[in-house]
C-alpha cells in the first residue's frame, strides 16, 4: 500500500516521501480501515511519538496522520462494537502509525460509526480539532451556561469549534485572533472578539474561562484575566504563569468514541462546522505538508 512516512528526524524534510509499505496487521482489538480521507498536523516530526513506540523503540518509517474516515475491511481478534464494511471516523493512536496510508490498523475503542450522510472530507477534518475543544471546555474546564469564555486562535480549526461548541453550552464568548479572523468568529457566535495585533488582551476583561492554544506570551497574559476560581486550559505548553485563585491545565487530547460519536451527531445536524483549508492527494501531501490551515488528504475516494 502507499503510506507518507518520515524515516530521519535529523534531516531538515524528516525524509518524508510516499512510501510503499506492506499491508498492516489487525493485532487483538484492532480494526483494519481504508482510508478515504486523512488529516494530519505539520508538527507530527517534532513529537517524540512519531519516532519511537511506547517501549521507546525506533520504529521508522513512521506513518504520519492520526485522523481519518473511512470503512472497516477487517476485524482482529476479539474486537467488538464494529463490523465489515461500516463508515466509521476517528483519532489514532499517537505512537503507532498513522492515517496518511490507504489502509491503517486502529484501536476500534478510538473509532466512532460515521452517519451515511456525513462525507468523509469533511468527517476526517473534525476528530483533531473537535476533540481537543470538547476535552478543553467540558472535561477541563467544565464551561457552564451564563460564564464568560475567552477562546485564544478562533480562525484556526480548534479554536473555530470550540466557539461552535461554547455558543450550544450558552456561554459569553469573547474570541481573538488576528484582525481577519473576526468575521469568522463572530459567525459562528462569538460576542465578542480582541484583535490581538490591534487590541490589548487586558481590555478584555475578567472571564471564568480561558481556552488557549498559542502559548507564550499570549498564555502567561492570559492568566490575569481569570475570576477567582476561574480556569485556564491550555494545549500549548505548560503554563508558567499560574493563577492566584483558580487552575492552569495542560492537556493531550485523547482519543475517545463516545465523544466522537456526540461530535458526528453535531455535525450531522449543523451544528458544527469544522474548518478545511485545502484537500489534496496523498501523493501530494510531501509538497503541502508545511502548509498552514486544514489540509485534508483524500486518499480513497467513494
Known amino acids: 500500500m502507499r503510506a507518507i512516512t518520515v524515516r530521519d528526524p535529523e534531516a531538515e524534510d524528516f525524509g ?46 513512521s506513518v504520519l496522520g492520526h485522523e481519518l474516515s473511512g470503512v472497516v475491511v477487517e476485524l482482529g481478534f476479539g474486537t467488538t462494537g464494529l463490523s465489515i464494511g461500516q463508515r466509521v471516523f476517528g483519532l489514532t493512536d499517537w505512537a503507532r502509525n498513522g492515517t496518511l496510508a490507504e489502509y491503517t490498523a486502529v484501536e476500534a475503542r478510538n473509532l466512532a460509526p460515521l452517519p451515511a450522510d456525513v462525507d468523509h472530507v469533511t468527517a476526517a477534518a473534525l476528530p483533531m480539532p473537535g476533540l481537543t475543544a470538547w476535552q478543553a471546555l467540558y472535561d477541563h474546564a467544565h464551561l457552564q451556561p451564563g460564564q464568560t469564555v475567552l477562546i485564544h486562535g478562533t480562525g484556526g480549526s480548534v479554536g473555530s469549534l470550540a466557539v461552535q461548541l461554547a455558543r450550544e453550552t450558552g456561554a459569553h464568548i469573547i474570541g481573538t485572533g488576528r484582525a481577519a479572523d473576526r468575521k469568522l468568529a463572530e459567525s459562528l457566535g462569538a460576542h465578542e472578539f480582541v484583535d490581538l495585533d490591534n487590541d490589548r488582551l487586558e481590555d478584555a476583561g475578567e472571564v471564568d474561562v480561558v481556552f488557549d492554544v498559542i502559548g507564550g506570551e499570549i498564555l502567561n497574559r492570559s492568566t490575569a484575566l ?73 486518499v480513497t475516494t467513494d
Open 16 to 61: 518524508l516521501s510516499l512510501t510503499e509499505l506492506p499491508h498492516p496487521h489487525a493485532a487483538e482489538n484492532d480494526v483494519v480501515v481504508q482510508v478515504h480521507a486523512a488529516g494530519f498536523i505539520r508538527t507530527e516530526p517534532q513529537w517524540p511519538a512519531t519516532w519511537v513506540d511506547r517501549a521507546g523503540r525506533d520504529r521508522t518509517p
Open 226 to 298: 481569570l475570576r477567582p476560581g476561574g480556569t485556564l486550559v491550555t494545549v500549548a505548553e505548560p503554563p508558567t504563569v499560574r493563577p492566584r485563585d483558580g487552575r492552569a491545565i495542560f492537556f493531550v487530547v485523547e482519543p475517545d468514541r463516545a465523544q466522537t460519536a456526540q461530535l458526528a451527531a453535531r455535525l450531522r445536524d449543523g451544528r458544527l462546522v469544522p474548518l478545511v483549508t485545502a484537500v489534496r492527494e496523498l501523493a501530494d501531501v510531501p509538497a503541502a505538508f508545511g502548509s498552514r490551515g486544514k489540509t485534508i488528504v483524500e
